[in-house]
């Protein structure tokens, strides 16, 4: 007889754990044992469903590398007993989470199924009730040979699988809330679970996880905008102790010509500042050198992001900058994918 999968929930907090305050309307946490009696589903799924819960459960608003610390944590130390992880999480920060926790957990080679909902598991209409049980049966689903068929951190929600680290939240009220612009769903949901073979992470070797629990938040984003005034760039630029910079550019990688604007970069990638190329696009990748703005961006030593999410950008800077690599180390792994986060040009 086969065993019964074995799978290990950490509830951070969320709408999908939230209820109505009965004299505000507003919603507040609750707590897991709340969002369980919910979900009456979940016994007939048959796993053995153990729960790691934060206390108080935290709005996602309120997500910070502490916290990714601590969800990694958690995973790690529970990683031998269980076979897979599902992770309760609120929307609005979820995609940096995944992406943070793609990166912290070297070698994984379980599931780490984030999911949430739009409305609270208490309502009638709710998306959460499906979420969770569609996460619970990714989470324990194994291929032919019995190996888990999914690998990597991702993100589950209504009708599809994501990679976690090529996710973006795209709508704040339908209950397909999440997309990956730049990469292939990793699963469809519809009467069935359909897995993409080709897009989920091929592991090769199986190798002991190894946790990086110390993140670097010594980095900031600066959105490039029409109107964009000198001092205030070069006031950014110079902002005390910032490490790295994710420069969020128009179209394919492209920002203005202007002397002041292109001498300002040189001057702190010349400090050591690591500045990241990454377009406002939803779609598409940075091609430094199809335009001349591309291209004197490039030739001052901006590094080219390539398709990479924000979040993912933001949240690699993090982790490289938190092995106290050098800048130059850091740009040399930014411009290659450690956790599937990017496809490089051809």
Same mark, same amino acid.
Do not use: T, W
């Given at each position: 007889m086969s065993k019964k999968p074995r799978i290990l929930i950490i509830y951070t907090g969320g709408t999908i754990g939230m209820i109505e305050d009965p004299k505000t309307k507003a919603l507040r946490p609750f707590d897991f044992t709340h969002l369980i009696e919910n979900v009456p589903k979940v016994k007939m799924l048959d796993y053995i469903i153990d729960n790691i819960q934060f206390h108080p459960p935290i709005d996602s608003s309120d997500m910070n590398p502490e916290h990714w610390t601590d969800i990694a944590r958690s995973i790690a130390e529970n990683y031998d007993a269980y076979d897979g992880f599902v992770v309760l999480h609120g929307t609005d920060t979820m995609a940096y989470t995944a992406s943070a926790l793609s990166f912290m957990l070297e070698n994984l080679h379980k599931p780490v199924i984030i999911t949430g909902s739009q409305l609270p598991v208490g309502e009638v209409r709710t998306d959460g009730e499906e979420n969770l049980i569609t996460a619970l049966q990714i989470a324990a689903a194994t291929d032919e040979a019995g190996r888990p068929m999914v690998r990597e951190v991702a993100i589950l929600f209504e009708n599809y699988l994501w990679r976690g680290n090529r996710s973006t939240k795209r709508s704040a +009220? !339908? #209950? !397909? &809330? #999440? /997309?990956? !612009?730049?990469?292939?769903?990793?699963? /469809? =949901? @519809?009467? @069935? =679970?359909?897995? +993409?073979? +080709? &897009?989920?992470? /091929?592991?090769?070797? =199986?190798?002991?996880l190894n946790p990086h629990y110390n993140l670097n938040p010594s980095v900031m984003a600066i959105d490039l905008f029409p109107g964009l005034r000198e001092e205030v760039l070069t006031h950014l630029l110079a902002t005390p102790g910032i490490k790295g910079i994710v420069l969020r550019t128009y179209g394919a990688g492209n920002g203005p010509t202007a002397k002041w604007f292109v001498d300002a970069l040189k001057g702190a990638i010349d400090r050591g500042v690591v500045i990241l190329n990454v377009t406002q696009c939803v779609n598409g990748s940075v091609h430094p050198t199809r335009y001349v703005a591309g291209d004197l961006l490039a030739a001052t030593g901006v590094i080219s992001g390539a398709d990479i999410t924000f979040e993912a950008a933001i949240t690699k800077m993090m982790y490289l900058f938190g092995l106290n690599l050098s800048p130059l180390e850091v740009a040399t792994y930014l411009r290659q994918p450690i956790a599937g986060e990017i496809t490089l040009p051809n």
């Open positions: +009220d !339908n #209950f !397909n &809330a #999440f /997309k990956s !612009n730049n990469y292939p769903a990793l699963a /469809k =949901i @519809g009467l @069935g =679970i359909q897995f +993409d073979r +080709d &897009a989920l992470a /091929k592991v090769e070797e =199986i190798r002991p």
